[in-house]
């Protein structure tokens, strides 16, 4: 079982890898992400293997409530704006889904999207609430809404039956209390869930009703300024883009992530092999002065784990930083060559940021 505190120490047994700050958060940044899909785990306390499909789960001691009508709530979000076609070469990836109802003061601020050898595999959307200062112990309030492969071996323990656009679904709320997870089938290989943290007492109604109001999307997207121009052989098909507000800026990641763990065992451990980030809202590294991209940078190895980081800043106060994360025996060398390679393009479209 992966708990909390397992993956918590595991990231801090990286991060003492290196003890400069810069490098940290460019690294962390980039692993939380690689996190998410951990989400479906902790929510529920635990795992049990099943093979392509969701259901029967297995039920341990949560009180069911009475079956909740499987009724779409009236929407609240206007249609989808069109978004601009990318420009410079960006590559945009659509999000295929969208909530068509959420409570009040929830705007959008993190989107993510992967392929497996090029087909579209995991998506993840979050909208976030701030509270007023003072008003809770938690200083906000998320709704996810996540696409990912049923392949995955996901069930949850406590889980209750629920009817999801006439589909067998299942709700589980979090050994805290404070996280409702709704999950259904959308295809024979991909499903969907919703994931409701710290929005107060009726935080399984609303999971329950943003779920309902999901709807095919496909005009949203995520743009992503960055493409490999090379990396190394032999790496993992699985390439995942992502965009956010952090930091008084903005973050691009682009990542190789390696799922093999997936196919034989109960764990949801895809880990980045390979981090490249573009922002404009980081410091540099400390590391050893190198010429990248013929401007001054640094680089840094991590000695015998293997693998390591180089960041340089560019033109227009954006900073790139990229990080081959995974013990390693790949050389330095190949991770500057991956740089050096790398084709970037003219910061993405963001006017979705902090919107409904």
């Known amino acids: 079982m992966t708990t909390e505190a397992d993956i918590r120490a595991a990231l801090d047994r990286l991060a003492t890898r290196a003890p400069d700050p810069g490098r940290v958060r460019a690294g ?20 049990v293997a099943v093979a392509g499909t969701l259901g029967p789960a297995l039920l341990l001691g949560r009180h069911e409530r009475t079956a909740d009508p499987d009724v779409r709530p009236a929407p ?27 409570p009040d003061g929830y705007v959008e601020e993190d989107r993510v999207a992967a392929a497996r050898g090029g087909v579209p595999d995991y998506q993840w959307r979050r909208w976030v609430r701030h509270m007023p200062p003072g008003t809770v112990t938690y200083w906000f309030s998320t709704i996810e809404l996540m696409l990912f492969p049923t392949r995955w071996p996901l069930v949850f323990r406590g889980a209750a039956p629920a009817k999801i656009h006439g589909v067998d679904g299942r709700v589980v709320l979090s050994n805290d209390y404070r996280t409702t997870t709704v999950v259904w089938p959308v295809t024979g290989e991909l499903s969907l869930a919703v994931i409701v943290e710290h929005a107060g007492v009726d935080h399984r109604d609303v999971a329950l009703r943003v779920a309902r109001s999901v709807a095919v999307d496909g005009v949203a ?31 691009a990641t682009l990542s190789v992530v390696d799922d093999g763990q997936l196919e034989s065992s109960n764990r949801v451990d895809r880990m980045p092999i390979i981090i490249v980030q573009l922002t404009s809202a980081a410091r540099m590294p400390s590391g050893r002065r190198a010429t990248i991209r013929g ?11 293997g693998g390591g980081y180089a960041a340089v800043r560019l033109d227009g106060g954006l900073t790139l930083h990229a990080e081959r994360v995974s013990d390693t025996s790949s050389p330095l060398e190949d991770l500057l060559r991956v740089v050096e390679e790398l084709r970037i393009g003219p910061p993405p479209y963001r006017g979705w940021f902090e919107r409904r």
């Open 28 to 47: 962390l940044a980039g692993r939380a992400r690689a996190r998410r899909q951990r989400r479906l785990i902790l929510a529920a306390g635990g795992t």
């Open 295 to 305: 401007r001054p940078g640094v680089v840094n190895s991590y000695g015998a784990s």
């Open 76 to 102: 609240n979000l206007g249609p989808v704006a069109p978004e601009p076609a990318p420009s410079g070469g960006n590559v945009r990836v659509p999000m295929l889904y969208r909530p068509t109802w959420l």
């Open 221 to 251: 997207g995520v743009e992503s300024p960055l493409d490999f121009g090379w990396l190394p052989a032999g790496l993992p098909a699985w390439r995942e883009v992502s965009l956010y507000p952090g930091g008084e800026g903005w973050w």
